[in-house]
């Protein structure tokens, strides 16, 4: 159904960031008005998958060109849902960076740029055109890149310069793929792209072109061979920036390997395979990866990693259920890591450092927020009936019943290697002895902060918490959804419908 | 033209990863230009070549009937171009700050963020 209206996801962010532009060195302006903003951003997605999950897929024709000519934008049950995920991570991103971040970076424009970034996200995730898709993938780099940087800390700039190489470096594979696939399909409209590619005789570049943009949007996801810069770059800047990285920017790299290899390169045995091994190895890396590390950032760096291969893994075993599970994973994970890097930034104004060998003691001192992290920290993990169990069981039980019987062992290794390092996360960090540190003058500490800050900080953290605790609690409503997008995903044909299906006869 | 413009790509492509895979930043720059350049004119060469046939509708027909030049490649260079010349003036700038801030051009010397206890 034509609806024009679905890019105002889009188009509001656009609006929010030149908005805060007038409002340059006024910082509280500036923090009021993304507040404002990030609710109605919010209350429009919100809008935006009521009206998906009612009516079906939505779609907008840019400038009345008819698919596949113009450019779409399509807004499938798949793409509302993440949508949402993002106005509701971006949301508590805002309202937490109102609290934590300095005055002087917020001087360089962080709201604006922040809001950028959420355009960005928007857009990649709604549109049905794959040049499109580039371009939105650029538009969230560049803010990435200001946002990495601002303030220009030493490790920020030495962090920034792999994670910028290593994202050109991807864009540019990325373009190359696009490249070939237009020389062989003629068509850039994905939809269109699904039944152009099924017909092309020539499996072999089909298959080439297929596994550019896995290695191009495998670096963006951070799977197994191509993560290195993640973990290099993840911990350098802001909690709160950490935190949109964390929760958003791999995933948008997820979501695009499901919708291209669901919608226009349908897995064969050898990307099946290859996927499947890429994920197995994923989870084995980034878990072991955290055993080693000290600092707590780092940990969650190479925890993403471990939990990328788990979404990865759902699509390599391609059947319904196994994609439900990783979608089921993709909703739960996008809120539980916005929410880690956030506590992360709370533990740091808590007691200046980040190092779990320093820290301690936070249990005794801060009971009512300890109880507050366990939540995110237990969903991770796992346990039942918390948010990453069940995305995990279908996981496992897609796994079983394909007879993928070392990938499961890898996924329970994973979990298995992910509460290890939560259990000694939470024994040095909240349980052991408190040590007296030395207190940093650089470091703005939670007590020293105005009441409005510290809730600032403390609000985004309860209601990411509260959603895990939905997601897991109320796994039914999510399952539903799950199966509806997976379902859509794996029969594209309603896709494809909605986007050429209106298509009027060419003059 | 054709081979011309694959063994021009392929060079592209060659020299900007060797370039990228030398220690120094600015070879790192200068790789990922080229590299960046190899893709747009890649595009350029699968959007077909065609000499001299401008994709105009004359009055007298309602669409194309014979082979004509494509015009969608083009606009895809153009953003691309555009797009890269943002991204390659931040890497530029970037690399000027990490000079000024680490004082080397080894991107080796690049690892603190990486060791365990920094």
Partial sequence: ?507 | MELLLVMLIGLLYASGIYMMLRRSMVKLIIGLILLGNGANMLIFLLGRIVKGKPPIIDSASKMLTEIYADPVPQALILTAIVISFGLQSFAIILVKRAYKITATDDLDELNTTDEIYE
């Avoid at chain 1, 928007?122 to 898709?133: E, H, R, V, Y």
Wanted: net charge positive.
């Fill in chain 1, 1 to 507: 159904m034509n609806n024009p209206y679905i890019v105002l996801p889009v188009i509001f962010q656009l609006f929010t960031a030149v908005l805060l532009m007038f409002f340059w060195f006024r910082v509280n302006a500036q923090r009021l008005i993304t507040i404002i903003c990030s609710l109605i951003s919010v209350g429009i997605a919100i809008w935006l998958f009521n009206e998906v999950y009612n009516r079906g897929i939505l779609t907008m024709q840019a400038g009345e060109w008819q698919a596949p000519f113009g450019i779409t934008f399509v807004a499938d049950i798949f793409s509302a849902t993440m949508v949402l995920l993002t106005a509701i991570s971006g949301m508590a991103v805002a309202v937490f960076s109102t609290g934590s971040i300095r005055n002087a970076r917020l001087k360089f424009g962080f709201f604006p740029i922040l809001n950028f970034l959420l355009m960005g996200l928007q857009g990649a995730f709604l549109t049905g055109d794959i040049f499109n898709l580039y371009v939105w993938f650029e538009i969230i780099i560049i803010a990435s890149f200001v946002l990495i940087t601002i303030g220009g800390e030493k490790a920020q700039i030495e962090g920034a310069m792999k994670y910028v190489t290593m994202n050109l470096l991807a864009s540019a594979i990325f373009l190359t793929a696009i490249a070939i696939l237009y020389g062989m399909a003629g068509s850039l409209n994905m939809a269109d792209l699904s039944g152009q590619v099924a017909q092309i005789e020539n499996r072999g570049l089909v298959n080439v072109v297929a596994i550019l943009f896995l290695v191009g949007f495998g670096i963006k996801s951070a799977v197994f061979p191509l993560y290195f810069w993640l973990p290099a770059s993840y911990h350098t800047p802001p909690p709160a920036i950490s935190a949109i990285f964390g929760g958003l920017l791999t995933k948008v790299g997820v979501y695009a390997l499901i919708r291209i290899f669901t919608l226009i390169f349908i897995p064969d045995e050898f990307l099946s395979n290859l996927l499947i091994i890429m994920a197995a190895l994923t989870i084995l890396s980034g878990g072991l990866g955290a055993i080693l590390q000290v600092n707590m950032r780092k940990i969650f760096s190479y925890l993403i990693v471990c939990h990328i291969g788990f979404m990865i893994a759902g699509l390599g075993i391609y059947t319904e259920l196994a994609i439900l599970g990783a979608i089921f994973y993709l909703i739960h994970d996008i809120i539980v890591k916005t929410n880690l890097f956030l506590i992360s930034g709370l533990i740091f104004k808590l007691k200046g450092t980040l190092n779990i060998e320093k820290l301690g003691g936070i249990y005794k001192k801060y009971p009512k927020y300890s109880l507050l992290i366990a939540i995110p920290l237990f969903s991770l993990v796992g346990i039942p009936p918390l948010s990453g169990f069940w995305s995990k069981l279908f996981l496992i039980e897609g796994g079983y019943l394909e007879g993928q019987y070392t990938l499961v062992g890898f996924i329970l290794l994973g979990s298995f290697l992910t509460l290890w390092v939560i259990a000694k996360l939470w024994s040095e960090v909240f349980w052991k002895e408190s040590v007296d540190l030395p207190k940093k003058i650089n470091v703005k500490y939670f007590y020293e902060l105005k009441p409005f800050k510290q809730w600032a900080m403390i609000i985004p953290i309860v209601i990411l918490t509260v959603i895990s605790l939905y997601i897991g609690l109320a796994a039914e409503h999510i399952i539903v959804l799950s199966k509806q997008i997976s379902s859509e995903l794996m029969n594209p044909s309603a896709y494809i419908e909605a986007v050429l299906g209106t298509k009027t006869d060419m003059p």
